[in-house]
Each structure stands twice: as structure tokens, then as C-alpha cells.
């Protein structure tokens, strides 16, 4: 359910701290030169941390004095209510309509987001056994101690524990009229069960560290009670069936080696503006919320390979690299070069490839940043349209390409280790620029074209930006471009000086999913019929349309299975909401390197830079 209108991010707004009863008052107040600002989504969720910003600054705004060095003390705080009536409100993680009778205690030791830790019944709990144990795996890996998950032999015995919620007799503190049980004394929180429905009071205070004294008055924050996260929605792995005559027994064969890859735009929060998205609740925009629904998404999807785009800078290093380093995974970015100022300092979104550490080993990176590379484009064309061509063609989209080989211990076909080639990519934006957009695809491809000279077999996964049938997408399934575009397209003529040829077999994932042998007539409506892509991989109440792919060389890879598309009725407004947390779908396929590509594989040395 939505919270109060009123909810949203923390302010010091004096009603709110006379609300809980802050120990600072008007008299007291008057005597401090500075106060606390402090940040943070007021509608907490259940598993979501919470990591306020705070900063001090001066009370009088005409004044620019400087803070001594200093370090903040925070206390976080639980309304009490009674045990009784907090009990029905922990729900089942498979079926949230019921509420839960048992908790998975192996996730509790192996501090496993408590969202997927909850079950209704034994039965529930064995139906999910299959995919949760992987959660398990995942998590002991990381853990630096000998801490053991459950198995499949002794998970009965050892993984229900019946849950009641304590009713002990806390310490409780009067604040505001109201009687509060603390619950932590760090910076950040993470809301637990016992939390669910009761409202959290962060107090925070600025403290000088040579004098030990107050800077400013204590300052205090009331949320709204804490809510249950919204239901779970799966989706299913597809299988590929290929069609008669066009059957390769070989990439299907126990030679085979088989992994998965996936691309989604995550929504920096750089962009994730609430009156750009006003049909979703300010709560579920918070990035609080967003990164780990997020998170629990891509965990889920258990994926080999992760191509992800929109991955603010700042964002990487404090949350998504330490959380997916403990689920197994290594990380390559790259980020744009123009920065802004964020509460988290100078940062810009990029793109970040993971890859299962275990599986596969890195070879080659390259980072390929489009304006770079515009000026022989530039130099080519008339003096008078040069500089309105920089203008136009600079823009510091990137691309990441990484080329990963498979590890020796893992099962590979006749003891060769094969190698793969995976570019991840962000396209220019603007609908405007269709010459910058053919301009930057170009560029990569001509690029990777070079590679698989090698028999490297490539996988181009991204946010093209690009309309399918567009000149850029027909430009990558169709190995080139027969005609120059049209000047509405291209109005400097840009283009007449690009390679508009390359020899990569390239196939859209979806699109040889679509055209495969056994589609269900209701996985059909999901498509276009006219070009087999997605009828849309992008949903705002703005623009629904497809703009992101997963390309592969059909010579040397087997697409086995596809990860299943979304409804459009079933987006509702748009995303991102409380269900999906990007304005982008993700996209997944599975794949089979059969053994003859392997063996073909060329031993010829990787160029060092093929777009040199």
C-alpha cells in the first residue's frame, strides 16, 4: 500500500522535531551557530538499508563559517507496540497474501536479505528449495568463516525454525508523548520484521572532536510506519527449440559449454527525478529502496555474465561491487567522463560487466569512449561543418568490452578452454541525433569486427537507444547499411565517412527466440510481430518502445533460452514502481558454445587496441 502524501525524504523541518520531542528547543537552538541537515527516505522497507545523508551547516544562511572537525553520533529507535499485534504482519516470501509460520535459519546466519527468508509452510518452503539453495551456495562462498548452509540432504532439519516475535520487556524511553525501544547506534539501518508497521525515529547529532561538545541541537526524524515489501513477481526461463532442419546437435551436445548473460539499464539515481516519474510512489523511487529490489532482482536471475548500464560511479563502489563480490562475481567499468555533484560528491554514471569469478577468468578489456574517436570523422568533412559536427558527435557515451576465458576447472569441451568476447554499451539518448546514435554503433562494431578475426565468438548486450528496423539496429543484424541515410537523419553527412559494412553474423536473442519452433501463443503477444523484437523493453508513461538487445555471432553461439518479457498491462503506468525499480526491463539469455567453435578458436594474439 502507498504511504501518506506527506511521506518522503527527512527533512529539519521544526514540526518534526517537536514531534518526537527533540531534546533541542527555541532557547536552546539560539545558541548554536550551526545545525544538522540530514537526508533520507521517510517510508522505510522491510530489508531496504537506510543511509542518511548528513552534513552540517550554518543556522544563518548570510554566514559562511566553518564547521570545526567533527563526526556524528546516531541513534535509530523503534515505536513500541505490542507483540501480539505485530505478529500477523511478517509475510510469506512466496505468497504474501499469508502470513509466514516459519523462517529459513540458514539465511539468518548467512545474513541473507531477510525479503526471500520467510515461508507460510514446510510444502511452501520445499517448493522453493531448488532456487533458494542457490542463494545459500552464493552467500557461503563469500563468508570468511566455515559457517555451513543447509543441503539438500538436512535442510528439513535444519533450516525451519517456527518464528514467534519476542515479547520480552524492552527498555522503552518516553520521546514526544510516545514510548521508543532503540535499536541501533550507527549511521545506517536496516529494518527488520519486528520493525513491520511501526513507525522509526532517527536522532542524530554533530559532535566537535576536540572539545567533545555539541555543534548543534539534536535533531530528530519520525518515519511513517515501516512497510512490507511488495510481492514478488518471477519470471520463467524460456526454452529455444530450434526449428526443423536448423538444429544443431552438436551445440546441444554434453560438449557444449553452456552460460548465461544479462543487460539492464539499472536508473542511476542521477536520473531518477520524482517529477519525471510522478506515477511512481516517492518511497519506491528512493534509492534506498530501488538499489537493493534491484539487487534481490539480478541475484535472482543468477546470471554468468551481468551487463549493466547506468551504474552511478558512487553506487559501484558502496553497494553493488561488495554485494555481488559476495554472490561470486568480478567487475570491470567504465565511466562517463563529465561528472556531476551528488550528495555522495563528484560521480557519473557507466557501465559495469560482472562475471562469475569461478567460471570465467579475464583476458583483454577494452574502454572505448565514443568522443574520442570523432575527430578523423571531423577532419573528413567540410571546414565550414566542423565544428558544429564536434558539437554534435561529442558525447561521452562508453562502451566496455572484455574478452573472458572459461577456467580450467570448469567442464569445457575436450580440455580447451574457450574464450568469449561480451561489449556492453550505452547509446546516446537523444531522439534528435540519429547520426550520433549509427555514429557510436559503428564505431563498436568496427572494433569487434577485428576481434572475431580471432573465432572469438561476440555478444554485444546494451542500451542502444535505438528503435528496432532503426539505421543503427538494421546496421548490426543486417552486417551493414546498403544506402546512406537520408539527411533528416544524417544532416552533415557523417556518414558517407564510416565503414557501414562489417562481417559479424550478429542475431538479436529475442528476435531468434521469437522466430523459434514452440512459442506459446501468450509468450507471442509479447512480441512484435513485424521485426521478432520485444514490444518493449523501456515503459514510462512518456515512451514504451525497445531500446535494449542482446546481440550474438549465430556462427559460433546456440541461444538455448531467453528470460520471459513482461505485459504491457501489467506495468501499469509505467516503470520504474514498487514492483520493477528501472524504467528498463532486464533482458537474459542462455547460450551454447558448441565444440567445433571452440576448437576453431584462433591462438593468433588479441590486437591491443582494435579501434586504433
Same mark, same amino acid.
Given at each position: 500500500?502507498?504511504?501518506?502524501?506527506?511521506?518522503?525524504?527527512?527533512?529539519s523541518?521544526?514540526?518534526?522535531?517537536?514531534?518526537?520531542?527533540?531534546?533541542?528547543s527555541? +532557547?536552546?537552538?539560539s545558541?548554536?551557530?550551526?545545525?544538522?541537515?540530514?537526508?533520507?527516505?521517510?517510508?522505510?522497507?522491510?530489508?531496504?538499508? *537506510?543511509?542518511?545523508?548528513?552534513?552540517?551547516?550554518?543556522i544563518?544562511y548570510?554566514t559562511?563559517?566553518?564547521p570545526?572537525?567533527?563526526?556524528f553520533?546516531?541513534?535509530?529507535?523503534r515505536?513500541?507496540?505490542?507483540?501480539?499485534?505485530q505478529?500477523?504482519?511478517?509475510?510469506?516470501s512466496?505468497?504474501?497474501?499469508?502470513?509466514?509460520?516459519?523462517?529459513?535459519?540458514?539465511?539468518?546466519?548467512?545474513k541473507?536479505?531477510?525479503?526471500?527468508?520467510?515461508?507460510?509452510?514446510?510444502?511452501?518452503?520445499?517448493?522453493?528449495?531448488?532456487k533458494?539453495?542457490v542463494?545459500?551456495?552464493?552467500?557461503?562462498?563469500?563468508?570468511?568463516d566455515?559457517?555451513?548452509?543447509a %543441503? #539438500?540432504?538436512?535442510?528439513?532439519?535444519?533450516?525451519?525454525?517456527e518464528?514467534?516475535?519476542p515479547?520480552?520487556?524492552p527498555?522503552?524511553e518516553?520521546?514526544?508523548?510516545?514510548?521508543? @525501544?532503540?535499536?541501533?547506534?550507527s549511521?545506517?539501518y536496516?529494518p527488520?520484521?519486528?520493525d513491520?508497521?511501526?513507525?522509526?525515529?532517527?536522532e542524530? *547529532?554533530?559532535?566537535?572532536?576536540?572539545?567533545?561538545?555539541?555543534?548543534?541541537?539534536?535533531?530528530?526524524? @519520525?518515519?511513517?510506519?515501516?512497510?512490507?515489501?511488495?510481492?514478488?513477481r518471477?519470471?520463467?526461463?524460456? /526454452?529455444?527449440?530450434?526449428k526443423s532442419?536448423?538444429?544443431?546437435?552438436k551445440?546441444h551436445s554434453?560438449?557444449?559449454?553452456?552460460?548465461?548473460?544479462l543487460s539492464?539499464?539499472?536508473?542511476? =539515481?542521477?536520473y531518477?527525478?520524482?517529477?519525471?516519474?510522478?506515477?511512481?510512489p /516517492?518511497?519506491?523511487?528512493?534509492? /534506498?529502496?530501488r538499489?537493493q529490489?534491484?539487487?534481490?532482482?539480478? *541475484?535472482?536471475?543468477?546470471?554468468?555474465?551481468?551487463?549493466?548500464?547506468? @551504474?552511478?560511479?558512487?553506487?559501484?563502489?558502496?553497494f553493488?561491487?561488495?554485494e555481488?563480490?559476495k554472490?561470486?562475481? !568480478?567487475?570491470?567499468?567504465?565511466?562517463?567522463r563529465?561528472?556531476?555533484?551528488?550528495?555522495?560528491?563528484?560521480?557519473? #554514471?557507466?557501465?559495469?560487466?560482472f562475471y562469475?569469478?569461478?567460471?570465467?577468468?579475464e583476458?583483454e578489456?577494452y574502454?572505448?569512449e565514443?568522443?574520442?574517436?570523432v575527430?578523423?570523422v571531423?577532419e573528413?568533412?567540410?571546414?565550414?561543418?566542423r565544428n558544429?559536427? !564536434?558539437?554534435?558527435?561529442?558525447?561521452?557515451?562508453?562502451?566496455?568490452?572484455?574478452i573472458?576465458?572459461?577456467?580450467? =576447472?570448469?567442464?569445457?569441451?575436450?580440455g580447451i578452454n574457450?574464450?568469449?568476447?561480451v561489449?556492453?554499451t550505452?547509446?546516446?539518448?537523444?531522439?534528435?541525433?540519429?547520426d550520433?546514435?549509427?555514429?557510436?554503433?559503428v564505431e563498436?562494431?568496427t572494433?569487434l569486427?577485428k576481434?572475431?578475426?580471432?573465432?572469438?565468438?561476440?555478444?554485444v548486450?546494451?542500451?542502444f537507444?535505438?528503435?528496432?528496423?532503426?539505421?543503427p539496429h538494421?546496421?548490426?543484424?543486417?552486417?551493414?547499411? =546498403?544506402?546512406?541515410?537520408?539527411?533528416?537523419? #544524417?544532416?552533415?553527412?557523417?556518414c558517407?565517412?564510416l565503414?557501414?559494412?562489417?562481417?559479424?553474423?550478429?542475431?538479436?536473442?529475442?528476435a531468434?527466440?521469437f522466430? +523459434?519452433?514452440?512459442i506459446?501463443? /501468450?509468450?507471442?503477444?509479447?512480441f =512484435?510481430?513485424?521485426?521478432?523484437e520485444?514490444?518493449?523493453?523501456?515503459?514510462?508513461?512518456?515512451?514504451?518502445?525497445?531500446l535494449?538487445?542482446?546481440?550474438?555471432t549465430?556462427?559460433?553461439?546456440t541461444?538455448?533460452?531467453v528470460?520471459?518479457l513482461?505485459?504491457?498491462?501489467?506495468m501499469?503506468?509505467?516503470?520504474?514502481?514498487?514492483?520493477?525499480?528501472s524504467?528498463?526491463?532486464?533482458l537474459?539469455?542462455?547460450?551454447v558454445?558448441?565444440? %567445433?567453435?571452440?576448437?576453431?578458436?584462433?591462438?593468433?594474439e588479441?590486437?591491443?587496441?582494435p579501434?586504433q
Amino acid at each position: 500500500m502507498d504511504p501518506p502524501q506527506d511521506s518522503g525524504v527527512g527533512s529539519s523541518s521544526s514540526s518534526q522535531k517537536s514531534d518526537v520531542g527533540s531534546s533541542s528547543s527555541s +532557547s536552546s537552538q539560539s545558541a548554536f551557530t550551526f545545525k544538522l541537515l540530514v537526508e533520507f527516505s521517510t517510508t522505510p522497507v522491510l530489508g531496504c538499508r *537506510i543511509d542518511p545523508a548528513i552534513r552540517v551547516a550554518n543556522i544563518d544562511y548570510a554566514t559562511i563559517d566553518v564547521p570545526p572537525k567533527h563526526e556524528f553520533t546516531c541513534r535509530w529507535y523503534r515505536e513500541y507496540i505490542s507483540s501480539s499485534s505485530q505478529r500477523g504482519s511478517i509475510r510469506c516470501s512466496v505468497h504474501p497474501d499469508t502470513s509466514a509460520s516459519f523462517r529459513c535459519s540458514s539465511c539468518e546466519m548467512l545474513k541473507l536479505p531477510v525479503k526471500g527468508s520467510y515461508y507460510c509452510s514446510k510444502e511452501c518452503y520445499n517448493e522453493a528449495w531448488k532456487k533458494h539453495k542457490v542463494c545459500h551456495r552464493r552467500a557461503q562462498q563469500s563468508l570468511p568463516d566455515n559457517r555451513q548452509a543447509a %543441503t #539438500d540432504s538436512d535442510y528439513i532439519s535444519l533450516v525451519f525454525n517456527e518464528f514467534s516475535v519476542p515479547d520480552k520487556s524492552p527498555k522503552l524511553e518516553q520521546k514526544g508523548g510516545k514510548e521508543w @525501544v532503540e535499536v541501533c547506534s550507527s549511521n545506517s539501518y536496516v529494518p527488520t520484521v519486528d520493525d513491520i508497521g511501526c513507525c522509526l525515529m532517527l536522532e542524530s *547529532i554533530a559532535v566537535d572532536c576536540s572539545s567533545g561538545l555539541h555543534l548543534c541541537p539534536i535533531h530528530s526524524i @519520525v518515519t511513517v510506519p515501516v512497510l512490507y515489501p511488495p510481492a514478488h513477481r518471477p519470471r520463467s526461463i524460456l /526454452e529455444c527449440v530450434r526449428k526443423s532442419g536448423d538444429f544443431d546437435l552438436k551445440a546441444h551436445s554434453s560438449n557444449g559449454v553452456k552460460f548465461s548473460v544479462l543487460s539492464y539499464n539499472l536508473l542511476a =539515481n542521477l536520473y531518477a527525478i520524482p517529477s519525471k516519474y510522478r506515477e511512481c510512489p /516517492e518511497w519506491a523511487l528512493s534509492w /534506498e529502496y530501488r538499489r537493493q529490489n534491484l539487487l534481490n532482482e539480478i *541475484i535472482e536471475y543468477d546470471a554468468d555474465i551481468l551487463c549493466l548500464q547506468e @551504474v552511478q560511479s558512487s553506487h559501484l563502489d558502496n553497494f553493488f561491487k561488495p554485494e555481488l563480490t559476495k554472490c561470486g562475481y !568480478s567487475v570491470i567499468y567504465k565511466r562517463r567522463r563529465n561528472q556531476v555533484f551528488t550528495r555522495d560528491g563528484h560521480c557519473m #554514471d557507466g557501465c559495469a560487466t560482472f562475471y562469475r569469478r569461478d567460471v570465467f577468468k579475464e583476458i583483454e578489456r577494452y574502454e572505448l569512449e565514443f568522443e574520442s574517436s570523432v575527430m578523423r570523422v571531423i577532419e573528413a568533412l567540410e571546414p565550414k561543418q566542423r565544428n558544429e559536427a !564536434s558539437d554534435r558527435l561529442k558525447k561521452d557515451n562508453v562502451a566496455l568490452i572484455v574478452i573472458l576465458e572459461k577456467l580450467e =576447472n570448469v567442464d569445457t569441451s575436450d580440455g580447451i578452454n574457450p574464450r568469449i568476447c561480451v561489449a556492453n554499451t550505452h547509446i546516446f539518448a537523444n531522439p534528435s541525433h540519429p547520426d550520433v546514435k549509427l555514429f557510436q554503433v559503428v564505431e563498436l562494431i568496427t572494433g569487434l569486427d577485428k576481434i572475431a578475426e580471432l573465432k572469438i565468438p561476440v555478444l554485444v548486450c546494451g542500451d542502444f537507444n535505438s528503435l528496432p528496423l532503426s539505421e543503427p539496429h538494421r546496421f548490426i543484424r543486417a552486417c551493414g547499411l =546498403n544506402n546512406l541515410p537520408d539527411k533528416d537523419i #544524417d544532416p552533415l553527412g557523417i556518414c558517407q565517412h564510416l565503414k557501414l559494412n562489417h562481417s559479424l553474423p550478429l542475431t538479436s536473442a529475442y528476435a531468434c527466440f521469437f522466430n +523459434s519452433d514452440g512459442i506459446e501463443e /501468450e509468450q507471442r503477444k509479447k512480441f =512484435n510481430s513485424e521485426n521478432g523484437e520485444p514490444l518493449f523493453t523501456h515503459c514510462t508513461s512518456r515512451f514504451t518502445g525497445t531500446l535494449d538487445y542482446i546481440f550474438y555471432t549465430g556462427d559460433s553461439l546456440t541461444l538455448n533460452g531467453v528470460l520471459e518479457l513482461l505485459r504491457r498491462e501489467d506495468m501499469g503506468y509505467g516503470i520504474p514502481s514498487p514492483y520493477w525499480s528501472s524504467d528498463h526491463i532486464a533482458l537474459m539469455a542462455i547460450f551454447v558454445l558448441n565444440s %567445433t567453435s571452440c576448437q576453431q578458436q584462433c591462438s593468433r594474439e588479441i590486437p591491443a587496441n582494435p579501434w586504433q
